[in-house]
């Protein structure tokens, strides 16, 4: 079974500039998370889709961050424009159906690091 | 809100020695608990879990215990290895449906 997938693995881009990451979940995975893990620091969820919808986005700046998912497959997540404070590894994740309470299990892909300069 | 607290590393142990990782949460209701460990240059990945308390869970020798009254899910090994340096990171999951992470522990076991 392949596992999800990420590119760019590694990004270097200027501060102000704009950046895109791309994730393919498992398939027939229902749900899929984007987590910033910030250097020496747990994964902090940004944003939770169920298929096509949002479930949650509370901690996602939105003034500059976005994100979809089409078809409720794979996704992207966008930053712009992009701050010295958004260096991080982003990781994202798919799970068969809402993780929470019933121990459902979190597939990570690899991630995408961020070095913004 | 919820949370939850991890030993701070860097942990160093020769091999074959006894490992603990100490994990404490702060949550309403019951929530899910797991450990995920991150081996070099690769993602995360589920290493145990328990849902309920008392419940043990275990995985390639590690394992660890729900225990309520603590509110505590400490990682135990009897005898690690080098294959088993890694970061290890506890993890709760609330009926919010939100995965809430600790710091993570970085282990490393010398030869």
């Known amino acids: 079974e392949a596992g999800v997938a990420q590119s760019p693995r590694y990004k270097i881009i200027e501060k102000r500039q704009s950046v895109a990451f791309w994730c393919n979940p498992i398939?027939?995975?229902?749900?899929l998370y984007w987590y910033q893990q910030i250097l020496g620091q747990g994964p902090k969820l940004l944003i939770q889709f169920q298929n096509n919808g949002v479930v949650d986005d509370s901690q996602l700046p939105k003034d500059r961050f976005s994100a979809e998912r089409l078809k409720g497959v794979d996704s992207t997540l966008k930053i712009q424009p992009a701050k010295l404070e958004d260096s991080a590894v982003y990781l994202c994740?798919?799970?068969?159906?809402?993780?929470?309470?019933?121990?459902?299990?979190?597939?990570f892909g690899p991630g995408t690091r961020l070095t913004v300069l | 809100g919820d949370s939850v607290t991890q030993m701070e590393g860097p942990v160093t142990l020769s091999e074959e020695a006894f490992l603990t990782i100490n994990c404490t949460y702060t949550?309403?209701?019951?929530?899910?608990l797991f450990w995920y460990v991150q081996y070099p240059g690769e993602g995360l990945q589920l290493l145990l879990k328990?849902?309920?308390?008392?419940d043990k869970g275990s995985n390639k020798g590690f394992e660890a215990t729900y225990r309520k009254e603590t509110t505590s899910f400490h990682l135990e090994k009897g005898s690690v290895q080098v294959s088993d340096s890694a970061v290890y990171f506890c993890a709760l999951s609330d009926r919010t449906y939100k995965y809430i992470f600790g710091t993570g522990t970085r282990l490393k076991v010398l030869a």
């Open positions: 949550a309403t209701g019951y929530p899910s």
């Open positions: 328990a849902t309920k308390a008392d």
């Open positions: 398939s027939g995975h229902a749900t």
């Open positions: 994740a798919s799970s068969l159906e809402l993780a929470g309470g019933f121990g459902d299990e979190q597939f």
